[in-house]
């Protein structure tokens, strides 16, 4: 069928790095839908965390021209693919979001959120969270690392985070999806799956590189302020876990990885510890 995904037994990837995180499934075949729903000129229009497109974008002064005046179809392409789903403990990611350490970080990263804000009146994005900083964060540096090893180009994996807002008398769900897809067989060929069985010595490596970046001590100790060149951005650059942007859902923007694990700047507010 479109989708067959199969969940990996603990003691095939359990490692005391992977603590976070409660279940690891392995995506064999997805199907990737893409509509296009709109005309934009020369801005694009990007979709919020929760992967939905606002109506306009007052931030860029984009208004989206509609395909038709009675549009009753639209045109759409089917991917295939494969990918990784892991979920992660959400009691963890909350109590870790309420340290100290965690809080002071936030209020930098909300400085810097405002700071956009400012230059991008009448946007309707609202600051996500540091929980949505660390998994954003935490997926590119795991599609780096496994990138080389996987068959697969950086620029073929793509990300999708899930960081979904506590319904109605129940809890939040965390969970990231590292996946790859196209309109052939080559995004069915098994490469992405095969590495993921391998996936707590992946993410042991993702966060090790993560530690030290070539731009450190410029990068860790950056704070995002006034008139800042990357406002959205903490110890986030081209040396460490930027992406194509092909790849990325927020177009390479909300990272920080001093949420994730230890930098040379040593704030204490990282969720991962590496032994």
Known sequence: ??????????????????????????????????????????????????????EDDLSLKVKPAALARDAEW?????????????????????????????????????????????????SKRTFPGTPYYMLHTFAHLLMTAISLDCGYPGSSLRERIYALD?????KRHFGVLIYTASTDAEGTLGGLVEAARRISFFVHKALDLAGLCANDPICAHHAPGELDHAPLHGAACHGCVLVPETSCEQRNELLDRALVVSTVEQCGAEFFSVP
Do not use: C, Y
């Not at 392995?26 to 709109?38: D, M, T, Y």
């Not at 506590?166 to 129940?170: D, K, R, S, V």
């Open 166 to 170: 506590t319904p109605p008398g129940g």
């Open 74 to 122: 639209l045109p759409a392409i089917e991917n295939r693919g494969e990918g990784v789903f892991l979920v992660f403990d959400a009691t963890k990611i909350e109590a870790w979001a309420q340290q100290p350490a965690v809080l002071a970080r936030a209020k930098v990263l909300q400085r810097g959120f405002a700071e956009w804000l400012k230059g991008h009146p009448g």
């Open 1 to 54: 069928g479109d989708f067959f995904a199969r969940n990996m037994p603990k003691k095939d990837w359990t490692a005391p790095w992977m603590q976070g995180i409660t279940h690891v499934v392995l995506v064999h075949r997805l199907r990737e839908v893409i509509a296009q729903v709109a005309f934009t000129r020369f801005e694009s229009i990007g979709a919020d965390i929760n992967g939905e497109l606002p």
